[in-house]
């Protein structure tokens, strides 16, 4: 019932503390009777479930058939929450997208964050210094679709999640990251 045609961030790279800033496109093929719920998620450790922070959420609706887009924005993490250890180097952005709490897409990016010199890089303080850190999203999103119960039952196909590498469109020299619906086997639409 929706494909997701692209995700551009409007401020990649930015500041670790900036808010995130996303526009995206995506089609409704079907009429839907209730609203999008999207989250976007930080992924600080990979090994502790509990240190997940939801950055915010929202409801997108009526929903009409045909392309579609939204302007998303979402607070930084909050850094109190995220182990020293962990603050550096990479980790990871979700957005999710669900359908009468069915989660029907998972658009993941890889997050590296580091300090915004060379000096800083290569000698780093005691402390972290969160107002000298840049983050920036990589442009190859793994996108995880999931089949689920819409209003209209979709043409039967596989049960199981389908994962795809989606690769970036073009963005210029701010390489924003994009997740294009158009390189996703059609065949599998949701």
Known sequence: MINIRSVEFLNNPARFTDTYKFKLTFECVAPLKDDLEWKLIFVASPENVKLDQELDDCLVGPIPVGINSFEFEASAPDRAQIPAADVLGVSALILTGSYNEQEFVRIGYYQNTEYDTAELQETPPASIQFDRLTRNLNDKPRVTRFHIKWDNPPPAGPAAPATTAVPAAPQGPAA??????????SADAL
Request: no cysteine.
């Open 176 to 185: 924003n990251v994009a997740a294009t619906a158009s390189s996703v086997p």
